[in-house]
């Protein structure tokens, strides 16, 4: 025996949510038919309307509605910074910590060959003709202290430093292995003001 | 500074869902837009449909999309046993505990006259409109083993004795303070064929 064949799907669909297993989606799943209905049409409207019309910004590739996000819209921030992070979540952690005025530039992933992601999957192409635009005097290259984050940065380093900007990474500070995303926003903003050149290899 | 406008409503939104807080509506959000599209946008159909055409059979009140329940709709099942459960996940429990090959009746929660949920609210005149049918010999009250439980059951008790079908409720092994759609099939099933009759007070 089991739920009908609709609260089966919504069970079964519920499991695309990270961290959720079938004892979880099945607790989801009595929560909004059971309780709250509203809700769950809410969220399944919403849902719907995030995903198909959520996409990039066509300047910095951050999740927006809008073709230019708030901050690339906003004539405040310094042309002449461009932090490179590899989430639209890691951009939120540098803004909460505070202390930054440049612009951004969002990868959605870092360089895996052994997964097919190459350098046009993750902007490389757009990210290189902004800095051939030539505002851009520094490059801080915040991708996650990851191996996988190193190696896209050292990539990118060696992509754009024919374009003349300096290049710099966060300062140690950043736990090593970790995810930006999760750092604090104090050791994230004390490793921004001690950002170090960036050295290659 | 946060997300664009659509996407912090899609984290508002999915915090209908139980155990989730802003944090993991983030990270639930970003997954969705990043990674799963796809699933996302499935997510959305099934879970509007659900929550538009699911709904309560009508004999035994559990969740579904059609007028009658599989299990109702079963020629082979005892009609002589009617098992009231606070929920379809209880429902489900008692199934794949084994050994039952009654009815069920599902209440959708429990006596609780502080939030005004009174004896229409958990189906209460329906379910002794089919005791009255004069069919069902035993009642086994399966209501969760809690204080709301335990008055529910004997809320019921009184309202159906005149009938004249035997009451029981499951036997001790069910652990007390617990919710039935926790306990392992193994206790359940033996808690069930170690029903005793309902003493009421
Ligand atoms: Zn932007
Ligand atoms: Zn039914």
Chains 1, 2 share one sequence.
Do not use: W
Not at 55 to 68: A, D, K, S, V
Not at 178 to 189: A, F, K, P, Q, R
Request: aromatic fraction near 4%; include cysteine; charge should be negative.
């Amino acid at each position: 025996m089991s739920f009908s064949p609709l609260v089966e799907q919504l069970m079964d669909a519920l499991r695309v949510l990270p961290g959720v297993g079938p004892r979880t989606a099945q607790r989801m799943a009595m929560h909004l038919l059971e309780r709250n209905r509203e809700g769950g049409e809410r969220l399944a409207g919403v849902l719907r309307e995030a995903v198909e019309r959520v996409g990039y910004c066509q300047r910095c590739r951050t999740l927006t509605e809008e073709p230019l996000c708030t901050l690339c819209q906003s004539p405040r921030r310094d042309d002449r910074l461009l932090c490179v992070v590899e989430s639209p979540a890691d951009m939120l952690a540098m803004e909460e910590a505070g202390g930054y005025q440049g612009r951004y530039f969002v990868l959605h992933g870092h360089l895996s060959p052994l997964d097919g992601i190459g350098p046009e999957d993750i902007g490389l192409d757009q990210l290189e003709a902004i800095i051939a635009e030539g505002k851009v005097e520094e490059v801080v290259l915040a991708t996650n202290p990851t191996v996988e984050g190193e190696a896209t940065a050292h990539y990118i380093a060696t992509q754009i430093e024919a374009h003349g900007a300096r290049l710099s990474r966060l300062a140690y500070g950043v736990p090593m292995g970790g995810e930006l995303e999760y750092v604090d926003g104090g050791t994230l903003s004390r490793a921004f003001s001690g950002r170090l050149p960036f050295a290659g290899e």
